[in-house]
């Protein structure tokens, strides 16, 4: 092992390393910094980088605790203090933290250093990284290809090697569809299980923190660290957090798994399919039972999505006026010149567009028939999950339609974007967990590009599908092939 | 449910605080239009004996104790302001 391998390591074997004072965190983060400044030119995961804030902590690093000098990229809509969050927005230009989101605060306890925040769609709205108003993200094993989104930078970053891992947020699919298009693990807890304190909020009802990692394991160390209750965040569940690490190793003898019948739908890609049917075999043949089940307002949730994710968001986003942070535009004649020409340069088609939506569906005359309408049918969309949870310990699903689509392929059509997060939305809708494990590859224009299986699984039941997704990921050896950027001829 | 028909995107983004150009406001009224016409569909859904979800999963009542705690100075509060003074944020007259 040379210092050149270290970044393609996962936390778990890096954690080996620096225990055994193999090697040092301040070596860690000289291997990643040097990684980083040669392939993030061509991929574009960063959006910003503090590797002497970084260095300076390493040096101090307890490697002995739980993630004692494991560095971390984050997602900029987390913030961590002093450095940059944008949010892929030009609305933040300047802004820089004043504190550390609770995430944040929890991961330096363990030891963790955050080093550099990971490009987005802007406020986290979109499903490819290119509404992105700082820059376009590559996917690292086509760089003609989206990484997905909107965490698309995490995982992009991770894919790469760029990263050992990285923190995401998903809304609607934010951290499993790009894990998927990227070929890593994303990980979406429960609604509540992590804190949001801190996560610059689109829709609080549907946002929660995760990670983006290599492996099922690292995913369940971070998950050790930032789960748990937190009296900044309300809706942060006041439930204890077991060792998600101590039951991955479990086998499948046992396991029911259900597949439901609504997401076998037209449209999937043939390779999908392939892979998919590929990896519910090979879990049968681990052991598991594998059962049909039935999730039968499943064709309302995209629906119910955009009328909601932008409901909340509107009024979220309101806080971006010009006046205490951010963007404000010149010379402004009076307040509501101030506000109105600050939002129109400040923010990006797609967020307009989502303000603009969620604004007239909440509008006087239109709330009941749109807003508390799509609040219902998300209860019936809840009501099917708990129904097939009595049936089964999980579902199993592909996490993205089709595998990374070209850049520029699907930006003039919103909805036809919309409909990329399929399989991801209405996970967020019941508050259920839920992750992506790679489970395969399609062969297209003479590249490889990875595929995701999704496993869903009950409120709070995150040690089961991460038990699951490991024994499967373990049963194969997708993980352990790297894009072509990441091992040069 | 309102039809497409009804979004008039110019006021609704007034209402929202950005201005748009008319270029801007022309391309959103057909895509939010079409995402408007997609939406039709909860209309088949039979939500008579359903109440709405709120949250997800059901926590009640979250207290802590009023106690005061440590929070941003003004200086740190301020520190982003696009434009300050006399430890207050400055903006444009609002009032004659």
Not at chain 1, 5 to 33: F, G, H, K, N, T
Not at chain 1, 204 to 224: C, E, F, Y
Not at chain 1, 275 to 294: P, R, T
Not at chain 1, 311 to 316: G, I, M, V, W
């Amino acid at each position: 092992m040379t210092e050149k391998d270290l970044p393609a390591l996962s936390i778990a074997d890096l954690q080996s390393l620096l225990r055994r004072r193999e090697v040092s965190a301040r070596e860690v983060i000289d291997a990643l910094r040097a990684r980083i400044e040669a392939v993030d030119g061509q991929i574009g995961a960063y959006l910003s980088l503090d590797f002497e804030a970084a260095a300076r902590e390493a040096e101090k690093a307890n490697v002995d605790l739980p993630l004692g000098g494991v560095p971390l990229a984050i997602k900029d809509t987390i913030n961590v203090m002093g450095q940059p969050c944008t949010c892929g927005s030009k609305i933040l230009h300047g802004y820089r933290s004043t504190y550390d989101a609770t995430v944040i605060q929890k991961l330096r306890a363990a030891g963790a250093i955050p080093f550099g925040k990971t490009n987005l769609d802007e406020f986290a709205m979109g499903s490819s990284t290119e509404n992105s108003a700082m820059k376009l993200t590559r996917n690292p094993w086509d760089l003609s290809r989206v990484p997905g989104g909107s965490s698309g930078g995490s995982a992009a970053a991770v894919a790469a090697d760029a990263a050992f891992a990285a923190l995401g947020s998903d809304t609607g699919g934010s951290i499993r569809q790009p894990a998927a298009l990227s070929g890593v693990v994303g990980f979406k807890p429960t609604y509540g299980r992590v804190s949001r304190f801190g996560l610059v909020a689109f829709a609080s009802s549907l946002d929660q923190i995760g990670p983006l990692t290599k492996t099922v394991r690292d995913s369940a160390l971070i998950m050790n660290a930032i789960a748990g209750h937190d009296p900044q965040d309300s809706t942060a569940l006041n439930e204890p957090v077991p060792d998600y690490a101590a039951k991955v190793g479990d086998d499948l003898r046992g396991v029911r798994l259900g597949l439901p019948k609504e997401y076998m739908i037209e449209g999937i890609d043939p390779q999908v399919k392939a892979a998919i049917d590929a990896a519910v075999k090979q879990m049968n043949s681990l052991g598991a039972e594998i059962v049909g089940v039935s999730l039968p307002n499943t064709d309302y949730a995209v629906a119910v999505y955009y009328i909601l994710a932008t409901a909340e968001a509107s009024a979220n986003l309101a806080r971006f006026d010009g006046v205490r942070y951010g963007y404000r535009a010149e010379d402004p004649r009076d307040m509501l010149d101030l506000y109105g020409r600050t939002r129109e340069q400040g923010f990006g088609p797609e967020v307009k567009r989502r303000i603009i939506l969620g604004t007239y569906v909440l509008s006087s005359g239109y709330y009941d028939a749109y807003y508390l309408r799509a609040q219902k049918v998300r209860e019936l969309i809840r009501q099917d999950f708990a129904k097939a949870f009595e049936k089964v310990d999980a579902l199993i699903s592909p996490t993205s339609p089709v595998p990374a689509f070209k850049l520029g392929e699907r930006t003039a059509n919103p909805l036809q974007m919309y409909l990329a997060d399929i399989f991801t939305i209405a996970a967020n809708l019941a508050g259920i967990c839920g992750i992506s494990v790679p489970c395969g590859f399609a062969e297209v224009d003479r590249h490889r590009l990875p595929i995701g299986l999704q496993l869903l699984g009950k409120p709070l039941d995150e040690a089961r599908i991460l038990q699951i997704a490991h024994a499967y990921e373990q049963s194969t050896d997708w993980h352990k092939v790297r894009p072509p950027i990441a091992s040069p001829k | 449910m309102a039809g497409a028909s009804d979004l008039d995107v110019t006021y609704v983004a007034r209402l929202a605080r950005i201005n748009l150009t008319e270029e801007e406001a022309n391309a959103f009224q057909k895509q939010l239009g079409d995402v408007l016409n997609y939406v039709e569909k909860l209309r088949q859904a039979d939500v008579s004996q359903v109440e709405a979800t709120a949250h997800a999963l059901p926590i009640f009542n979250v207290f802590r104790e009023d106690e005061p705690r440590d929070w941003f100075t003004a200086e740190q509060a301020l520190s982003n302001a696009p434009r300050k003074a006399n430890d207050l944020f400055i903006v444009p007259k609002v009032v004659e």
